[in-house]
């Protein structure tokens, strides 16, 4: 792991490193074969440290040979070149607002001569229309395209869309207008993914059939088959502030009610070696049948590697060492795919459950009910809480908030997900008997409802849920660091752990101090670079104005995903002093009236299609001005009538228009800056 991230951080090829891991597993093999009785136990670090160097050089090694950038005839290298492409779609289709997204693998590209072969994957959006449904996985298509590199963030603090995929392979996308594609050939999919999905698309309809529809349609869909295009962001919201999102992502809780129930209805095969054996391939077979339908998640393949050890142990009559069933399934995955370290989904997963093995016995202990139903409550309260403590510092990295009523959502949630499982499948294998198919049915929905009710209650709590915390990766490594220290001290009673735990207590309050001292003396202005909008945040210490467009201002996903992770690491909350564009603003240091705005000694003027231009003798005398919304001026006559430092032109303009001003600024000598192509724009006062 340590191999693999240091070559996904560095990124770069290291010239001899192949020979070198080489030689060193040389030096290991001649010191284990004749001078291990020389070497002594008190130098067996040698031998260690020169394995495990081996295993850190191959590790990057091998990360480096998996990065598809590097393959000669990647896509990503000929996308200047070319505009025509065979390409064979990897996923199912998904509908987005004004769009129809597909991941593809390029096939060839034609040339001036012929057709090239080509490797990689890319991410295509279709333009809407009723063909686009056709489209399948493993389908083959001809696309005519201009395909771009896939744009790094262009604001702070925003989410990394480009890192994100160029983990998954993918470097370049595109957008297909209706006659730029055409459909060659179907059904070239790997044959065993094509039959999970046509499973899973056989058992969707099959609930559809049974009335299921809406919220709990998703829900269903979500858990028992881990399909969560359904999901409206509303559900999103609400189970994600109730503590209930790990519900929805199929993971080891799904698997495991899986096992349990197929180990319980194969019993009878236990009597004999034989039969035992024919339950194993069965018991594998299943699970990883289940893996297949709900799209092998991060988290339901370390869940199926997992169980697929502890099946296979069985068989010889072995006891399992939870930990090294981990390790191994965690080494199996990352030698498939040494990039699936990179997902959320997978780091938590394995977070979660070390945490439970770890720590379930200790915190059970401390206190053991003597009533049977109090004693079921405490052990899902005690799995939650260790699986809490072993992720929460993750989550607020990525989510940047805490369920603070997690504990009463999962004592909801994990039973009802359960009978959701067991409810749904007795749904599906009952549907050739419509009667008692739909008997289950109406169940599943009433459980499903009861679910949705809960969790919408439980997050509508003003205090359920604390919103907009902000870590950095070095105060998430220290707060696993004071867990596992105050988890020694709880476990092993010395005291050392206490003084660990009192140290990382203070480096991490001193992280924070220095970060609150920093936000509360920022003084700055940031113009975001967000398509077909003007925003402008003033930030003054712990205050902050956001001057926003109406479009925007309706669109949360938006802005959730270019303003708020900013607003949120400079200390603001993130949804307030939100005010239009055509407002007026008069504040201690932040003044607006029109089109002309003062924060501090900075000043501004907004040229729009309403504003007016008024020649007059002395020239204005301002800092910046932003043109927006394709304002119909000329260059020439802003120099006549102000007196600038610089010109904005912001993502409310179209392009070709940014370009004619960006021509008519290099001849007359104007700085300029263009937030389409340079990102956002920040002032320090």
């Given at each position: 792991?340590?191999?693999?991230?240091?070559?996904?951080k560095?990124?770069?090829?290291?010239?001899?490193?192949?020979?070198?891991?080489?030689?060193?597993?040389?030096?290991?093999?001649?010191?284990?074969?004749f001078?291990?009785?020389?070497?002594?136990?008190?130098?067996?670090?040698?031998?260690g440290?020169l394995?495990?160097?081996?295993?850190?050089?191959?590790?990057?090694?091998?990360?480096?040979l998996?990065?598809p950038?590097?393959?000669?005839?990647?896509?990503?290298?000929?996308?200047?070149?070319?505009?025509?492409?065979?390409?064979?779609?990897?996923?199912?289709?998904?509908?987005?607002?004004?769009?129809?997204?597909?991941?593809?693998?390029a096939?060839?590209?034609?040339d001036?001569?012929?057709?090239?072969?080509?490797s990689?994957?890319?991410?295509?959006?279709f333009q809407?229309?009723?063909?686009?449904k056709?489209?399948?996985?493993?389908?083959r298509?001809?696309?005519?395209a201009?395909?771009?590199?896939?744009?790094p963030?262009?604001?702070?603090?925003?989410?990394?869309?480009?890192?994100?995929?160029?983990?998954?392979?993918?470097?370049?996308?595109?957008?297909?207008?209706?006659h730029?594609?055409?459909?060659?050939?179907?059904?070239?999919?790997?044959?065993?993914?094509?039959?999970?999905?046509?499973?899973?698309?056989?058992?969707?309809?099959?609930?559809?059939?049974?009335?299921?529809?809406?919220k709990?349609?998703?829900v269903?869909?979500?858990i028992?088959?881990?399909y969560?295009?359904?999901?409206?962001?509303?559900?999103?919201?609400?189970?994600?502030?109730?503590?209930?999102?790990?519900?929805?992502?199929?993971?080891g809780?799904h698997?495991?009610?899986?096992?349990?129930?197929?180990?319980s209805l194969?019993?009878?095969?236990?009597?004999?070696?034989?039969t035992?054996?024919v339950k194993?391939?069965?018991?594998?077979?299943?699970?990883?049948?289940?893996?297949?339908?709900t799209?092998?998640?991060?988290?339901?393949?370390r869940?199926?590697?997992?169980?697929?050890?502890?099946?296979?142990?069985?068989?010889?009559?072995r006891?399992?060492?939870?930990?090294?069933?981990?390790?191994?399934?965690?080494?199996?995955?990352l030698?498939?795919?040494?990039?699936?370290?990179t997902?959320v989904?997978?780091?938590?997963?394995?977070?979660?459950?070390?945490?439970?093995?770890?720590?379930?016995?200790?915190?059970?202990?401390l206190?053991?009910?003597?009533?049977?139903?109090?004693?079921?409550?405490?052990?899902?309260?005690?799995?939650?809480?260790a699986?809490?403590?072993?992720?929460?510092?993750?989550?607020?990295?990525?989510?940047h908030?805490f369920?603070?009523?997690?504990?009463?959502?999962?004592?909801i949630a994990?039973?009802?997900?359960?009978?959701?499982?067991?409810?749904?499948?007795?749904?599906l294998?009952?549907?050739?008997?419509?009667?008692?198919?739909?008997?289950?049915?109406?169940?599943l929905?009433?459980?499903?409802?009861?679910?949705?009710?809960s969790?919408?209650?439980?997050?509508?709590?003003?205090?359920?849920?604390?919103?907009?915390?902000?870590?950095?990766s070095?105060?998430?490594i220290?707060?696993?660091c004071?867990?596992?220290?105050?988890?020694?001290?709880?476990?092993?009673?010395?005291?050392i752990?206490?003084?660990?735990?009192?140290?990382f207590?203070?480096?991490?309050?001193?992280s924070?101090?220095?970060?609150?001292?920093?936000?509360?003396?920022?003084k700055?202005i940031?113009?975001?670079?967000?398509?077909?909008?003007?925003?402008?945040?003033?930030?003054?210490?712990?205050?902050?104005?956001l001057?926003?467009?109406?479009?925007?201002?309706?669109?949360?996903?938006?802005?959730?995903?270019?303003?708020?992770?900013?607003?949120?690491?400079?200390?603001?909350?993130?949804?307030?002093?939100?005010i239009?564009?055509?407002?007026?603003?008069?504040?201690?240091?932040?003044?607006?009236?029109?089109?002309?705005?003062?924060?501090?000694?900075?000043?501004?003027?907004?040229?729009?299609?309403?504003?007016?231009?008024?020649?007059?003798?002395?020239?204005?005398n301002?800092?910046?001005?932003?043109?927006?919304?394709?304002?119909?001026?000329?260059?020439?006559?802003?120099?006549?009538?102000?007196?600038?430092?610089?010109?904005?032109?912001d993502?409310?303009?179209?392009?070709?228009?940014?370009?004619?001003?960006?021509?008519?600024?290099?001849k007359?000598?104007?700085?300029?800056?263009?937030?389409?192509?340079?990102?956002?724009?920040e002032?320090?006062?």
């Amino acid at each position: 792991m340590a191999g693999i991230l240091l070559a996904i951080k560095l990124d770069t090829p290291v010239q001899g490193l192949f020979p070198g891991a080489f030689i060193i597993l040389l030096v290991y093999s001649i010191l284990v074969l004749f001078f291990s009785k020389r070497i002594g136990y008190d130098n067996r670090w040698i031998t260690g440290v020169l394995l495990n160097l081996f295993i850190l050089v191959s590790g990057y090694q091998y990360t480096i040979l998996c990065s598809p950038k590097y393959e000669n005839n990647n896509i990503s290298h000929f996308i200047t070149q070319h505009d025509e492409f065979i390409i064979q779609v990897k996923e199912q289709v998904t509908e987005k607002t004004n769009s129809y997204k597909v991941i593809a693998r390029a096939v060839t590209c034609k040339d001036s001569l012929n057709w090239k072969n080509l490797s990689g994957k890319l991410i295509l959006y279709f333009q809407k229309d009723s063909l686009v449904k056709n489209i399948s996985f493993g389908d083959r298509l001809i696309i005519r395209a201009n395909l771009s590199e896939v744009s790094p963030p262009m604001n702070p603090a925003e989410f990394n869309y480009k890192r994100y995929l160029s983990n998954k392979g993918i470097y370049n996308q595109g957008y297909i207008r209706s006659h730029e594609w055409q459909i060659i050939s179907n059904n070239n999919g790997n044959i065993a993914k094509t039959f999970g999905l046509k499973l899973r698309s056989l058992f969707m309809e099959i609930l559809q059939k049974q009335n299921i529809q809406g919220k709990e349609f998703a829900v269903v869909s979500a858990i028992l088959l881990g399909y969560d295009d359904f999901l409206d962001n509303e559900q999103l919201k609400e189970f994600s502030g109730a503590g209930a999102m790990h519900i929805l992502c199929v993971s080891g809780l799904h698997v495991g009610i899986i096992y349990f129930i197929l180990n319980s209805l194969l019993l009878f095969l236990n009597k004999r070696r034989s039969t035992r054996i024919v339950k194993v391939f069965i018991l594998l077979g299943l699970i990883w049948l289940y893996a297949l339908i709900t799209g092998f998640s991060p988290s339901v393949l370390r869940a199926s590697t997992m169980f697929s050890f502890v099946i296979a142990s069985g068989l010889v009559k072995r006891k399992v060492n939870i930990y090294n069933s981990l390790a191994a399934s965690a080494f199996l995955l990352l030698i498939i795919n040494p990039f699936i370290i990179t997902e959320v989904g997978f780091q938590l997963s394995y977070l979660a459950v070390f945490g439970i093995v770890w720590l379930y016995r200790p915190i059970y202990s401390l206190f053991i009910p003597g009533n049977r139903l109090l004693r079921k409550i405490w052990q899902i309260s005690v799995v939650s809480i260790a699986a809490t403590l072993a992720t929460f510092p993750l989550s607020l990295y990525y989510f940047h908030q805490f369920p603070n009523l997690f504990l009463v959502t999962n004592l909801i949630a994990i039973p009802a997900s359960m009978l959701i499982i067991y409810t749904g499948i007795l749904v599906l294998f009952t549907s050739p008997i419509p009667f008692i198919s739909s008997l289950f049915s109406f169940i599943l929905v009433k459980i499903i409802w009861f679910l949705n009710y809960s969790v919408k209650l439980i997050e509508g709590l003003s205090f359920s849920t604390i919103r907009g915390v902000y870590i950095d990766s070095n105060e998430a490594i220290l707060i696993y660091c004071l867990i596992v220290s105050i988890s020694f001290l709880l476990l092993y009673r010395k005291k050392i752990y206490s003084f660990y735990a009192l140290g990382f207590v203070a480096l991490i309050l001193l992280s924070f101090l220095y970060r609150s001292y920093q936000n509360l003396s920022q003084k700055k202005i940031i113009i975001y670079s967000i398509r077909n909008s003007t925003t402008i945040d003033f930030m003054d210490g712990s205050n902050g104005t956001l001057l926003i467009d109406s479009a925007l201002m309706n669109d949360n996903n938006k802005l959730n995903y270019h303003v708020v992770n900013n607003r949120i690491k400079s200390g603001i909350k993130s949804d307030e002093n939100f005010i239009y564009l055509e407002d007026d603003i008069l504040d201690k240091h932040l003044c607006k009236k029109g089109n002309f705005i003062q924060f501090y000694d900075k000043k501004f003027v907004i040229i729009n299609n309403e504003f007016k231009l008024y020649p007059s003798g002395a020239k204005m005398n301002v800092d910046y001005i932003l043109i927006t919304n394709n304002s119909r001026i000329d260059i020439s006559d802003l120099e006549n009538i102000f007196e600038f430092t610089e010109l904005i032109i912001d993502n409310s303009n179209s392009f070709w228009r940014a370009n004619q001003w960006v021509e008519e600024c290099e001849k007359a000598g104007i700085k300029y800056y263009v937030l389409g192509n340079q990102g956002a724009k920040e002032i320090e006062i």
